[in-house]
């Protein structure tokens, strides 16, 4: 396995656990905009201390561009929670897995980055095993739910895209930093609104989700440095096999047959991408982790 799709699945597996403790922070009655600011904040304080403890220029070369690939983490953020609020999970959720596809036509469109095999089987099997696990409804679908899903799936795309070109002339801890640095005076008066204060666990949850959230970034980045971006993302299907477990053993609710069909589906495609050849790095150092 190389070490970009290594990143990508350790990604994924900080992205599970984030959503477990969001939908325990959400269940508990902390407001989405509270979480949301809570996680930009908490990322923000640790992206800051790793930049500065790996002696690195804090505001990178491109700012404009770090500046905007930050807009359009916040943007498919905020879109994917109104798309939660207006349409049912599965149906959401299924949207959502579009990312790959769109992400890979973007890449060879802008990046010039060709789509191999690998990749085209891991989109396949992921899309296949995530409509076996998740059952989309099929109903007739609210269009303001739509058009959030849909700019959740685009700005993610084109993120992702930025994030590869990116890492070309920037650290892969300096476009972390970014993302939270354009999130937080975003999403303040967002919480601000509904504000409600949370108990000292709740406070301890808010952290976790931050620190978890900073964990999938970071590797996220990485692998998305080392990875062509549809190659890539492709690996991210995987947090859907990581969300069944987490399901299983922390909420006592297993997984269909059909589910476990779908997840087979998931690791078949993640391990053709993981054993096939790696794509050259862009840059041999914008991957470089922060000193110990």
Known sequence: MSRGALYMICSALGFSVMSVLVKVASEGGLPTGEIVAA????????SYWM??????????????????RGLLGFGGLTCYYGSLAHLPLADATTIQQTVP???SVLAWWILREHVGWSTAIAIACGLGGVMLIVHPSGAGVEPIGLGFAIGAVVCSSFAYVTVRQLSRTENAL?????????????????????WVT??????????????????????????????????ATSLGYVQVVFAMIWQTVLFDQPPELASIG??????????AVASAKAARPSSPDTSTPPRA
Do not use: C, H
């Open 51 to 68: 930049v500065k403890r790996a002696d690195l220029p804090l505001w990178g070369n491109e700012r404009g561009k770090l500046m905007f």
């Open 174 to 194: 300096v476009i972390v930093f970014y993302f939270p640095l354009v999130a937080m005076p975003l999403s303040i008066p967002w919480a601000v609104v509904d």
């Open 101 to 103: 596809v769109l992400t």
């Open 262 to 271: 779908g997840a087979a589906l998931i690791v078949f495609g993640t391990l």
């Open 198 to 231: 949370p108990s000292p666990t709740e406070w301890l949850l808010l952290v976790a989700i931050g620190l978890a959230t900073q964990i999938g970034q970071v590797f996220l980045t990485l692998g998305l440095t080392l990875e062509r971006a549809g190659r």
């Open 39 to 46: 996680r930009a904040i908490v990322t923000l304080v640790v």
